[in-house]
Structures are given as structure tokens and as C-alpha cells.
T-cell receptor
Framework: GDSVTQMEGPVTLSEEAFLTINCTYTATGYPSLFWYVQYPGEGLQLLLKATKADDKGSNKGFEATYRKETTSFHLEKGSVQVSDSAVYFCALSPNQAGTALIFGKGTTLSVSS | NAGVTQTPKFQVLKTGQSMTLQCAQDMNHEYMSWYRQDPGMGLRLIHYSVGAGITDQGEVPNGYNVSRSTTEDFPLRLLSAAPSQTSVYFC?????????????FGEGSRLTVL
């Protein structure tokens, strides 16, 4: 079945460092891809998405490009801030009726000043 | 907008007790779902619903029941709680027919079963 694999965490960075969180997926059709973020004590919220190959999603300085050839959707940010400390989830939607969003296990990011 | 509202936020149960986690959304979303979040496991789908009167099982449905009598509400019932059900539970909703649409999450309900 469809699945999402994320890099294991935690990821610990200093403020202004470059961030990459790897995400790869397995899907039989043409899925949409998402990154969700969970701040401490809160529910998940959508960070960015891409609905077809070569699309780039971006928001709050974060970017991810839908790469069908490598089945990847890596999250990047050029300069992280302390406020970016959170858990990041890569997710996949099979884009079929009756199916649900499939999440990776999450990557914890901790940014220190 | 209230969005997705979950109650209670915290609950402690004894093994064998029953309870219902409430979920309500005010966005007229057709699709609603329940996930549980456990350390190292990410989010796992328990049950979901694509509209009133329609429910289906997710990845980990055992020990949980759901019903969908209205568009707004999607309660999750634990009939006989077990320690393995200690977790953080999230309700989420989105527009039913747009699979690329954003999934809106509640703030979560932390359940401890002793």
C-alpha cells in the first residue's frame, strides 16, 4: 500500500542554519503531498502542499518540491528560527474517494539561539 | 471560526471504563476522521467518515466505535478502555470531494488509561 518515510529525528540546529528534512513516498497512483507542522501542545496545521509532479509548495520560508522521479518531497528552509521548533510530518493523499491522508512518523526539530 | 473542537482535552480512565471523545466542526466538512498519536509511531488513522451516516475503519480501529448522525459531529467511543489506548487523539476534517484540500485538526485529547 501507499506509505511515507521520513528521516528519523530529532534534528538539532542553531538559529540561521539550513534545514533539510527528507521525505520519500510509495504510491501506486498520482498522490498529492503535504507537510504538516505541530507546535508544542497543539494540533497539526498545514505548512505547504504540492498536487502534481514538479510543483513546489512554499510557506513561511519553507519549500518542498514534488519529485516523481525520486519519489521525494524534501522540506527545506534556508535560515531556521527558534520559533520553527516543532514536529514536522510529511503526508500523502492518494487522491481517491474513500481514502485518507497517510502520515510519516514525524521529525522533531529543535532550534537553539 | 471555532474550526474543529475536541472535548475533553484531558481524561484519565481506569481499565474497563468507557468514555466518548467528542468532536465537532463548524465548516460544513463532509470528511471527518480520528487519529491517534503515539511516540515513534506518528499519526495512525482509527476511523473516518465521508458523510453523515457513513463510517469506515482506518489502520487501527479495534477497541473504538464511531457514528456520524450529523455533518457536524463525529464522536469516538471507547467501550472498555485498555492501557494500550493511552494516547493523544486528534479529530480532523476537510471538504469531502477535494482530496488536495487542507485537513483541519482539533487541539487533541490526551487520554491516560490506568
Amino acid at each position: 500500500g501507499d506509505s511515507v518515510t521520513q528521516m528519523e529525528g530529532p534534528v538539532t540546529l542553531s538559529e540561521e542554519a539550513f534545514l533539510t528534512i527528507n521525505c520519500t513516498y510509495t504510491a501506486t497512483g498520482y498522490p498529492s503531498l503535504f507537510w504538516y507542522v505541530q507546535y508544542p501542545g497543539e494540533g497539526l496545521q498545514l505548512l505547504l502542499k504540492a498536487t502534481k509532479a514538479d510543483d513546489k509548495g512554499s510557506n513561511k520560508g519553507f519549500e518542498a518540491t514534488y519529485r516523481k522521479e525520486t519519489t521525494s518531497f524534501h522540506l527545506e528552509k534556508g535560515s531556521v528560527q527558534v520559533s520553527d521548533s516543532a514536529v514536522y510530518f510529511c503526508a500523502l493523499s492518494p487522491n481517491q474517494a474513500g481514502t485518507a491522508l497517510i502520515f510519516g512518523k514525524g521529525t522533531t526539530l529543535s532550534v537553539s539561539s | 471560526n471555532a474550526g474543529v473542537t475536541q472535548t475533553p482535552k484531558f481524561q484519565v480512565l481506569k481499565t474497563g471504563q468507557s468514555m466518548t471523545l467528542q468532536c465537532a466542526q463548524d465548516m460544513n466538512h463532509e470528511y471527518m476522521s480520528w487519529y491517534r498519536q503515539d511516540p515513534g509511531m506518528g499519526l495512525r488513522l482509527i476511523h473516518y467518515s465521508v458523510g453523515a451516516g457513513i463510517t469506515d475503519q482506518g489502520e487501527v480501529p479495534n477497541g473504538y466505535n464511531v457514528s456520524r448522525s450529523t455533518t457536524e459531529d463525529f464522536p469516538l467511543r471507547l467501550l472498555s478502555a485498555a492501557p494500550s489506548q493511552t494516547s493523544v487523539y486528534f479529530c480532523a476534517s476537510r471538504t469531502g470531494t477535494i482530496f488536495t484540500g487542507e485537513l483541519f485538526f482539533g487541539e487533541g485529547s490526551r487520554l491516560t488509561v490506568l
